[in-house]
């Protein structure tokens, strides 16, 4: 676990959410995916005890901290534990939030601003839920309810099992009326590139080593904050840079349109550019660690809720180059690559 007291998704509810649950990693070992979860399931910290520092700076609990472009401030202290409720850097941005989106409600309830950003765009560690079908985010909500979405892995995915074993209908009902209007932007950058900063975890996010090494990309994508010191400060604005292998926007680009072999095309069910149609989520500009993540989920039969077994056929199907190509492609349908 990290020394540094947790951040967002960064933090706090995270860290006790892990330690009530305990969970463990599954053995699936075999799957060509499986790769996927070194970069794509986050962690409180890195697993290497060696690891060199990453960049953001340490504060005090009592120092008043700011991010760029915000007209607010507030001590660092009180950024994280279980019921800081969620920094609004930015209240501009949205309507006046519902009580279980702002702060915590009932006990064991977090707020989901806390962990899905006040305006709903999510960091890579959770999701996106601005603009999402309200019907596809209750049966997500009852899917982890019923132990059919993370039953043991990522471990980052059990404090939303917590979550929604503890919040009840009307919080649902409040919540998901505020993110299913809300406008969707995507946050995040899309850039091809056959090296990438060195990073390790830093309380469920990938950072940059402060010695600012790079290596290969291999078959990764590394999405890491544009503003280090903003992220762990819980700013919403400054967004992220998911590094992608050189090409993989253009093949991602046919799987998506064209399909191969028995791989139907993603646009088949999700739509047009990847706008989301009836059961189908919307994809286009979504975080590809969220998508990469999501893909070897349904493959390892981690996500079996009855509406997932078209994914499941799907995922199963797909090489780990595929599953890094249709996720850097659907992200870089945000209008974000570079
Ligand atoms: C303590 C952190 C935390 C809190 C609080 C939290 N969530 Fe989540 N939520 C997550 C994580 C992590 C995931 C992604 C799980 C994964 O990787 O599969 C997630 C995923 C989701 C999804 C699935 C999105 C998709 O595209 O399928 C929905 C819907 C959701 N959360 C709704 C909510 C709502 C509504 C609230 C408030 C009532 C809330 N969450 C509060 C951490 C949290
Ligand atoms: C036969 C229809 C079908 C095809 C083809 C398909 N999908 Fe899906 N996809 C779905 C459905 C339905 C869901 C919702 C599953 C659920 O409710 O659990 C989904 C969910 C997803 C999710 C989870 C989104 C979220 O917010 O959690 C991702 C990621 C995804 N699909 C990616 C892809 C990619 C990439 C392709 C192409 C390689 C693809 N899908 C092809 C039907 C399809």
């Given at each position: 676990?990290?020394?540094?007291?947790p951040?967002?998704?960064?933090?706090?509810a995270l860290l006790?959410?892990?330690?009530?649950?305990?969970?463990?990693m599954?053995?699936t070992a075999?799957?060509?995916?499986?790769p996927i979860a070194?970069?794509a399931?986050?962690?409180?910290?890195?697993?290497?005890?060696?690891?060199?520092?990453?960049?953001?700076a340490?504060?005090?609990p009592?120092?008043?901290?700011?991010?760029s472009?915000?007209?607010r401030?507030?001590?660092?202290?009180?950024l994280?534990?279980?019921?800081s409720?969620a920094?609004?850097?930015f209240?501009h941005?949205?309507?006046?939030?519902?009580a279980i989106?702002?702060?915590g409600?009932?006990?064991?309830?977090?707020?989901?601003?806390?962990?899905?950003v006040p305006?709903g765009?999510?960091?890579?560690?959770?999701?996106?839920?601005?603009?999402?079908?309200r019907d596809y985010m209750l049966?997500?909500?009852?899917?982890?309810?019923h132990?059919?979405?993370?039953?043991?892995?990522?471990a980052?995915?059990?404090m939303?099992?917590?979550?929604?074993?503890a919040?009840?209908?009307?919080?649902?009902a409040q919540?998901l009326?505020?993110?299913?209007?809300?406008?969707f932007?995507?946050?995040?950058?899309?850039?091809?590139s056959?090296?990438v900063?060195?990073?390790?975890?830093?309380?469920?996010?990938?950072?940059p080593?402060a010695d600012?090494?790079?290596?290969?990309?291999?078959?990764?994508?590394?999405?890491?904050?544009?503003?280090?010191?903003?992220?762990d400060?819980?700013d919403?604005?400054?967004?992220?840079?998911?590094y992608?292998?050189?090409?993989?926007?253009?093949?991602g680009?046919?799987?998506?349109?064209?399909?191969s072999g028995t791989?139907?095309p993603?646009?088949?069910?999700h739509g047009d550019?990847?706008?989301?149609?009836g059961?189908?989520p919307?994809?286009?500009?979504?975080?590809?660690?969220?998508?990469?993540?999501?893909l070897?989920?349904?493959a390892?039969?981690?996500r079996?809720?009855p509406?997932?077994?078209?994914?499941?056929?799907e995922?199963k199907?797909l090489?780990?180059?595929?599953?890094?190509?249709?996720?850097?492609?659907a992200?870089a349908?945000?209008?974000?690559r570079?």
């Open positions: 676990m990290s020394p540094r007291p951040a967002m998704p960064r933090l706090g006790l959410a892990l330690m009530a649950c305990g969970a463990g599954a053995s075999d799957q060509p995916l499986r070194a970069w399931y986050p962690q409180a910290s890195s697993p290497d005890p060696s690891a060199p520092d990453t960049k953001p340490s504060h005090r009592d120092e008043i901290v700011r991010v472009d915000s007209p401030s507030y001590r660092y202290g009180e994280f534990g279980p019921h409720g920094a609004d850097w209240p941005d949205h309507p006046p939030l519902p989106v702002a702060h409600t009932v006990p064991g309830a977090e707020s989901c601003g806390g962990c899905h305006d765009t999510g960091v890579p560690a959770t999701a996106a839920l601005a603009g999402l079908p049966e997500q909500i009852a899917a982890f309810r132990g059919e979405r993370g039953r043991s892995e990522p980052s995915a059990q939303m099992v917590k979550e929604a074993g919040i009840g209908d009307r919080d649902v919540a009326d505020y993110f299913s209007r809300r406008p932007k995507s946050n995040v950058r899309v850039v091809e056959a090296t900063p060195a990073t390790h975890w830093q309380v469920y996010v990938l950072q080593d600012g090494h790079r290596e290969p990309i291999g078959q990764r994508i590394i999405e890491i904050p544009v503003r280090p010191d903003d992220y400060k819980e919403t604005h400054s967004g992220f840079t998911a992608v292998p050189p090409g993989s926007i253009e093949r680009a046919v799987l998506a349109t064209v399909g791989l139907l993603c646009e088949s069910c550019r990847l706008q989301g149609r059961t189908a919307p994809l286009a500009g979504r975080s590809p660690t969220y998508i990469a993540r999501q070897l989920l349904f390892s039969g981690q079996d809720s509406n997932a077994a078209a994914m499941q056929h995922a199907q090489t780990l180059q595929d599953a890094v190509s249709a996720a850097a492609y992200a349908l945000g209008g974000n570079h």
